[in-house]
């Protein structure tokens, strides 16, 4: 089974809010998924975008493939907490 991490959209029409899950690929966007890992709230100021870092790593470790979207929003998370130098 390809599992992936990727967003399921949650919240009302005009309002987003999506969880960061890990999921069977096959599976559809707002389906079924085996765990969810955290939440992303785009419409916060700013953005609120938050992870089981060991989840996440479990994940990451026995083979599971973030999205582009959740790839790039790991990357924004880790500039902003790495210190100013």
């Known amino acids: 089974m390809a599992v992936t991490i990727r967003l399921t959209r949650a919240g009302g029409k005009k309002i987003p809010f999506y969880r960061v899950v890990a999921a069977d ?5 707002d389906g079924r998924f085996i765990e969810q890992l955290g939440v ?8 609120e975008f938050r992870v089981d870092e060991q989840r996440l790593q479990h994940w990451l470790k026995v083979g599971a493939l973030p999205s582009q979207t959740v790839s790039e929003l790991l990357r924004r998370q880790k500039k902003a907490a790495a210190p100013a130098a």
């Open 40 to 47: 992303y709230d785009p419409l916060r100021d700013p953005a």
């Open 25 to 29: 690929t096959r599976s559809p966007r």
